[in-house]
C-alpha cells in the first residue's frame, strides 16, 4: 500500500477503506509517512469530507495507537467534559472542581491551545509550578484522594492524534468535521471515562461555524461514544462570542477563579453550570435541573474553590494565587483599545479576537514557539453593549510592546458596529443526548 494512492483517491472524493486509513494511522504513528504526505491527504479530507464509517474507523485507529488508559484503581463513577474549542472558554477550571466537590471523579486529560482557540493546559501552566505532566500512579492517586487531576496528554497515549493535532495547526485543517470528531473521540475512547459531555461551540469562535454543522458533529461523536459503551451527552453552546471577558492564559485562570468565588461575568457562569449539571447528572446526581442547584451551592458554599486550590496544591503549584488571583504575575505592558466609532456592538468575529490574542504572544504560530501567559485581552465592551467614540473596548497585555498595533487593528476590524442593537442570542442551542 502507499500513501500516493491513498492521498489521490480521497482528492479524488472516494471512500477509504479501513485497511487504508489503518495504514495512515499506523504510518503516522510509526514516522515512516512525512510530514508533507499526511498533511496532504489531511487537506484532502477537509475538501473532500469523510463517510460516517471512515470517521469512526479513523476514531478507532486513533483510539489504538497507542497505550489506553486503566481508570480501575479509581473508586466512583468518572467524568469527563470536553470542548471543541473556543475563545476565552476557560469552562474546565470551573466545571471540574464544582463536580469534583461532590465525590464524582475528574480524571482529566486537557489539550494545548489549537488555532486561534485556547487549551486548558496552557492556561494552567500560567499558575507557578504547576505540573500538568504526572505519573500514571501519581495521577490516579490524586483522583482517588482528591476527586480531581488535570494533565497534558501523554506521549504514548493516542500518539497519532497528537501527532495530526500538531500538523492540522499550522496546516489551516483544524476545522474538518471528521478530523475533529476522531481527534475528540479517539482521545475519548482511549481513557477510561464512564460519562463524557461535550461542549461543541457553534459560531465565529468555534471551528464550526453554523448551528447546523455543529449538531451535526455533536450528533456524530454522541453515536461513536454510546456505540463504545459510553454514557454521552453534548450542549451546542454559543462561540459567537468570547466566553466571559478574559482571553489568555493567566488572564482567563483570574476570571475562572472570580467566578468560582461568585463574581464571575453572567454568560461564563451559566454555561459553566449548565456544564457541570450534566456532568453530575450524567454521574447520577439527580435530574439536570437538580444538579444545577447542587452545582449553585458548591459555588455559593465555597467548596468549588477549595477543589480547585487544593488540586493546584497537589500538582505542585502555588495556591496562593487561587486565593489571591491579584497576586498573578502582570504583563510587562499594557495598552488600551479605544473605539473610532460610537453605537452598540452589534457583532464580533470571535476568531480574530482569538488570533489577535495569539499576536499578543498567548498562543503559538508553530509547535515550537514558547507563550507568554500574562499576554491576552481584557474585554471592557461585549455585543450588545453600546460604545462611545473614544471609549475604552477593550485592554491588550503583553510582554512584547511592538505588537500591540497590529493586534489592536485586528480587534477593532473584528468589532462590528451599529446604531441598532442586535437581538440577544441564547447561550445554548441545543442539547443532544
Ligand atoms: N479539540 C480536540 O481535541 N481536537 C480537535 O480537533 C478540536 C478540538
Not at 360 to 365: D, H, I, S, T
Request: charge should be negative; include cysteine; charged fraction near 25%.
Amino acid at each position: 500500500m502507499r500513501l500516493y494512492d491513498i492521498i489521490k483517491k480521497k482528492q479524488g472524493g472516494g471512500e477509504l477503506s479501513t485497511e487504508e486509513i489503518n495504514f495512515f494511522i499506523r504510518g503516522v504513528t510509526d514516522g515512516s509517512i512525512p510530514d508533507y504526505q499526511i498533511s496532504a491527504l489531511l487537506m484532502a479530507i477537509w475538501f473532500r469530507g469523510m463517510s460516517v464509517r471512515e470517521t469512526c474507523d479513523l476514531t478507532f485507529a486513533v483510539r489504538d495507537s497507542g497505550e489506553k488508559l486503566d481508570f480501575s484503581a479509581i473508586d466512583g463513577i468518572r467524568v469527563d467534559k470536553h470542548s471543541t474549542g473556543g475563545v476565552g472558554d476557560k469552562t474546565s477550571l470551573v466545571v471540574a472542581p464544582i463536580v469534583a466537590s461532590f465525590g464524582v471523579k475528574v480524571a482529566k486529560m486537557s489539550g494545548r491551545g489549537l488555532g486561534h482557540t485556547g487549551g486548558t493546559v496552557d492556561k494552567l501552566e500560567s499558575i507557578d509550578g504547576f505540573r500538568t505532566t504526572l505519573s500514571e500512579e501519581e495521577f490516579i492517586e490524586q483522583v482517588n484522594k482528591i476527586g480531581l487531576a488535570i494533565v497534558g496528554q501523554s506521549r504514548q497515549f493516542a500518539p497519532a492524534d497528537k501527532k495530526l493535532y500538531a500538523l492540522r495547526d499550522v496546516t489551516a485543517t483544524v476545522d474538518s468535521m471528521p478530523l475533529i470528531a476522531a481527534s475528540i473521540m479517539g482521545k475519548k475512547l482511549a481513557a477510561d471515562d464512564d460519562c463524557i459531555v461535550l461542549d461543541v461551540k457553534t459560531g465565529s469562535g468555534s471551528f464550526m461555524k453554523t448551528a447546523e454543522a455543529s449538531k451535526e458533529l455533536a450528533r456524530l461523536m454522541v453515536d461513536i461514544g454510546k456505540n463504545a459503551g459510553k454514557k454521552m451527552v453534548a450542549l451546542i453552546t454559543n462561540m459567537d462570542r468570547p466566553l466571559g471577558y478574559a482571553i489568555g492564559n493567566s488572564l482567563e485562570v483570574i476570571e475562572a477563579v472570580e467566578t468560582l468565588k461568585g463574581r464571575g461575568p453572567a454568560d461564563f457562569t451559566e454555561v459553566c453550570l449548565i456544564l457541570a449539571s450534566y456532568m453530575l447528572s450524567l454521574a447520577g446526581k439527580g435530574t439536570p435541573e437538580e444538579c444545577r442547584k447542587l452545582a449553585e451551592g458548591a459555588i455559593a458554599d465555597g467548596s468549588a474553590l477549595k477543589k480547585l486550590a487544593e488540586t493546584v496544591r497537589a500538582q505542585g503549584g502555588n495556591a496562593e494565587l487561587i486565593e489571591h488571583p491579584e497576586t498573578f504575575a502582570r504583563a510587562k505592558y499594557s495598552h488600551a483599545v479605544l473605539s473610532r466609532e460610537e453605537g452598540y456592538i452589534a457583532s464580533v468575529d470571535t476568531e480574530a479576537y482569538g488570533l489577535s490574542s495569539l499576536a499578543l504572544g498567548a498562543g503559538r504560530n508553530t509547535a515550537e514557539d514558547p507563550i507568554d501567559h500574562t499576554a491576552g485581552i481584557l474585554l471592557k465592551k461585549k455585543t450588545g453593549d453600546f460604545v462611545r467614540k473614544g471609549e475604552e473596548i477593550a485592554t491588550l497585555f503583553s510582554c512584547n510592546a511592538a505588537c500591540f498595533s497590529a493586534a489592536e487593528e485586528q480587534l477593532l476590524a473584528a468589532t462590528h458596529i451599529s446604531k441598532e442593537k442586535a437581538p440577544e442570542e441564547p447561550l445554548v442551542y441545543g442539547v443532544v443526548e
